[in-house]
């Protein structure tokens, strides 16, 4: 794994080369602990103050199995930022920023966030990439895990497989989302995302990853932050979900549930 120190002025030249050559790259102490720990409090708020949002018609919610019980249970709010300061102040502070800055080489507009509980027990996610061929999807899409939470093989966390980003799509480009057969990432080690407090990963939207389910007794709570280039379509979160919620809208009609919202 590519590690960079972040307590203190990084290498600029070093994220960069790290993040072209493996599509991921780990900065070890960006943040300090007082930045995350209020941004856990403020998760662990959202989840009293903001309980009326839980509901599986909304949009905003994400729910998964338990591994055990089959319980469907409540995983991620996505959108998270606007309900969350903390949260918020993360996503868009000067020192991760100029991080992105230095891996695209020009200014990041953030354009999508969401906050990932993941409590014990809760399964995890096969195999894919994250860019989807919408129209006009940034192709410099990438994201930032910021954890709230120390995040390991125990408890799911995140794991990549370097180079393979240097491949575009290897899903068909029909707009929709699709897993990835194991064979098509054979070649690739895979890389957990082993991840303390304080530390960040970047990792493309065409690098393949995926998830083990969360076997131990801790959560894995973790900011997913995406960002798109600035020369690639500017500010366009907003647009970003109003497409997304649309997206949303017909998969879920399709499997007969015809009364979601958005709040």
């Known amino acids: 794994m590519t590690d960079v120190c972040g307590s203190g002025p990084f290498d600029r030249d070093a994220v960069r080369e790290a993040y072209d050559r493996d599509g991921f790259v780990v900065v070890r102490g960006l943040f300090t602990p007082t930045d995350i720990l209020a941004a856990g409090a403020e998760a662990d708020g959202l989840l009293v103050s903001h309980a009326h949002l839980k509901d599986v018609d909304n949009l905003r919610c994400r729910w998964r199995d338990d591994v055990t019980t089959g319980t469907c249970t409540f995983e991620t709010f996505d959108p998270v930022c606007d309900i969350a300061p903390a949260c ?118 065409f690098t393949p990853h995926r998830s083990d389910a969360n076997l131990s007794t801790r959560w894995r709570r973790q900011l997913y932050l995406s960002y798109n280039a600035f020369s690639d379509g500017g500010d366009r979160r907003d647009r970003h979900y109003a497409e997304f919620h649309e997206w949303l809208r017909v998969r ?8 979601t919202y958005f709040a």
Not at 110 to 130: N, V
Not at 164 to 184: Q, S
Not at 252 to 259: I, T, V
């Open 88 to 205: 918020r102040g993360l996503a868009l502070a000067e020192r991760l920023l100029d991080l992105l800055a230095a891996v695209y080489g020009e200014p990041a507009c953030l354009f999508k966030d969401k906050l990932i509980y993941k409590p014990p027990g809760l399964a995890g996610y096969g195999l894919h990439q994250d860019w989807i061929a919408w129209p006009g999807f940034p192709r410099s899409f990438l994201t930032v895990l910021v954890p709230l939470d120390a995040a390991d093989s125990h408890n799911g966390c995140t794991i990549v497989y370097p180079g393979l980003h240097h491949r575009g799509p290897l899903a068909p480009e029909d707009g929709d989302y699709h897993e990835l057969a194991a064979d098509l990432v054979g070649e690739s080690r895979p890389t957990p995302l082993e991840l303390d407090l304080g530390d960040v990963a970047l990792f493309s939207g």
């Open 252 to 259: 879920y009609a399709a499997h007969g549930r015809a009364s």
